[in-house]
């Protein structure tokens, strides 16, 4: 108990260091940062969405250099194929014995934060070859399983405006996202910082603040935290509220405008988000308030809208406010 009660000081400590890291080199994003470090400390995969040019590659990049991890950004383009990420094998002559062989040569995949940029502009047969790597931390090529470095983190992003040559994400693999990640633009006085300090010629220097073991510690502490059995059935209620004609439970506008709802993958991130947030917050105790907080990156992109919602123009940020009024505490 003492030992975690050190490591959640720990913790706390760290993602204060982290954050005034990032700093130095990203402008704003407040709540991006937040959402980032919430997925960090729960091994959770994020898919950010936000038009180019608003510093998504560069602030994965910092906090993979923030936390001295090893890093690989994979440019996904329509004739990316499975084995440009995985790795492959080749076959291996030995020059003095002339024996042939085949060895495993590994790909970006093997790497503790891996950047899948503009994911969706690759077709879905090597989207899926991030598929077992995301859920099983392993990956198989060739009949043989291979583990991957630890931590093993994905951050995708995606452009939210041009659908031109693009494949949408399968359902399967959205669901092995924790988190989706607005980035919105700056506001003016931010921007103004940004035009200022990236034309300055100047680059800060950061300070390591964890290295990988650390970061392992620091993850093994977020299921740890204790939570009341009526914050987890609000988390499961918001959650089983989402599925269309399930019970009679749902509310209409559920079976209006809503084809498919969340699954139980969001019940266990809604809880696990919420568990980081509170050691986030030199806090004890998961609240309600903790699992609203982390409602809208869960169930975004885990709730299929029909025609008729997007005749009316409603989005799945609509549903979500809608929800978290319907679901008493």
Not at 74 to 89: E, K, N, R, V
Request: glycine residues 6%.
């Amino acid at each position: 108990m003492t030992e975690n009660l050190e490591l959640a000081k720990g913790l706390v400590k760290a993602k204060n260091r982290i954050t005034t890291e990032i700093r130095k080199v990203i402008v704003g994003q407040d709540e991006v940062i937040e959402n980032l470090l919430t997925a960090l400390f729960c091994k959770g995969h994020c898919l950010f969405v936000g038009v180019p040019g608003l510093a998504k590659t560069l602030l994965v990049n910092t906090l993979a250099r923030v936390l001295n991890l090893n890093f690989s950004r994979i440019q996904f383009t329509p004739d990316l194929m499975p084995s440009d990420i995985t790795g492959t094998d080749i076959l291996y002559e030995d020059q003095s014995t002339n024996k042939r062989e085949f060895r495993f040569i590994k790909g970006p995949i093997f790497s503790n934060i891996i950047l899948a940029d503009e994911i969706n502009r690759t077709p879905p047969k090597t989207q899926a070859a991030l598929l077992q790597a995301m859920q099983e931390r392993q990956v198989t090529v060739g009949g043989n399983t291979y583990k991957l470095t630890q931590p093993f983190l994905v951050f995708a992003t995606q452009n939210p405006i041009e659908h031109e040559g693009t494949y949408p994400l399968p359902e399967a693999q959205l669901d092995r996202f924790m988190f989706i990640i607005n980035v919105d633009y700056p506001t003016m006085e931010q921007e103004v910082g940004i035009a200022m300090t990236t034309t300055s010629g100047i680059h800060p220097d950061l300070d390591t603040v964890l290295n990988a073991e650390q970061v392992q510690e620091l993850q093994k502490l977020v299921p740890s935290v204790p939570v009341s059995e009526h914050v987890a059935e609000y988390a499961v209620r918001l959650v089983q509220s989402s599925r269309p004609g399930k019970n009679g439970a749902t509310p209409d506008f559920i079976n209006k405008w809503v084809d498919w709802g969340a699954g139980p993958r969001a019940s266990q991130y809604l809880l696990l988000g919420a568990k980081a947030r509170t050691l986030m917050d030199s806090r004890v105790t998961v609240s309600i308030e903790d699992i609203k907080y982390v409602a809208r990156q869960v169930l975004e992109h885990r709730l299929i809208l029909n025609f008729k919602a997007e005749a009316e123009t409603i989005t799945t940020n609509d549903i979500i406010e809608k929800l978290l009024k319907f679901v008493k505490a």
